[in-house]
């Protein structure tokens, strides 16, 4: 398996609701990530977790509480978005974790297909 | 922190060949990756470089040069489906992350 796999593909929402975000990969990856990215935009790293503790959060609004319940499995919790969240959000594994050494391949981030969220 | 810079668009016919350049600063250099992304796909890994030099990936290969700051994709024999976003992206020393730039979106037309 080769995948990051996240679910729902798309979410739409309103503002006082409460959802979330699932992302899975069984790679063995020891490091993984939470994108936003915005139309017509780059990828902007959110949060990172590596070995399943979280490791960088880049001023993310509390809004957005990510989790780690394991090794495989990343979540974003979504509560009181706004509409300017609206993005898709792309998760991302990799096989080294922050401050591992770095060689050719130790950091090629392997992304998922994203979820495509809108916040009315 | 670090600025990176790409051209916004570019064209190119099928079967021509096309540079993508990208240059960047940052206070700890530690790797540069290119990636491809197609409309509402995920990004995906095209190449890396950490050294000086060429690297070469059957129709794609990427530059590198440190001391300037600089680096390219070089994409051969355009086909139709290389009409995409092409993002250069740089890896922080400190915290192995990536950053990425703007991206260049490539439409090769027939």
């Known amino acids: 398996d080769t995948e990051v796999t996240q679910t729902p593909k798309h979410l739409v929402m309103g503002m006082t609701n409460k959802k979330s975000l699932k992302c899975e990969q069984h790679m063995g990856h020891r490091a993984m990530y939470w994108y936003k990215q915005k139309a017509k935009k780059p990828p902007e790293l959110m949060f990172v977790?590596?070995?399943?503790?979280?490791?960088i959060n880049e001023s993310v609004p509390s809004r957005f509480s990510p989790e780690c319940p394991n090794s495989s499995l990343l979540n974003l919790h979504l509560h009181a978005l706004q509409p300017e969240d609206s993005a898709l959000y792309l998760c991302?594994?990799?096989?080294?974790?922050?401050?591992?050494?770095?060689?050719?391949?130790?950091?090629?981030?392997?992304f998922g297909a994203g979820s495509r969220l809108t916040v009315l | 922190g670090q600025n990176i810079d790409q051209p916004t668009e570019m064209t190119a016919t099928e079967g021509a060949i096309v540079q993508i350049n990208c240059t960047y600063q940052?206070?700890?250099?530690?790797?540069l990756f290119w990636y491809q992304q197609h409309a509402g796909e995920a990004p995906t890994f095209l190449s890396y470089n950490v050294l000086d030099g060429l690297e070469e990936k059957g129709r794609f290969s990427s530059f590198l040069s440190r001391s300037k700051g600089y680096s390219y994709l070089l994409l051969k024999e355009l086909q139709m489906k290389d009409s995409a976003s092409y993002l250069c992206a740089v890896r922080d020393r400190r915290y192995s992350t990536l950053t990425f730039g703007k991206g260049t979106m490539l439409l090769v037309s027939p």
């Open positions: 940052t206070s700890g250099f530690n790797g």
């Open positions: 977790y590596s070995y399943e503790k979280l490791s």
């Open positions: 991302a594994s990799s096989k080294a974790p922050q401050g591992a050494p770095s060689s050719s391949g130790a950091n090629v981030l392997t």
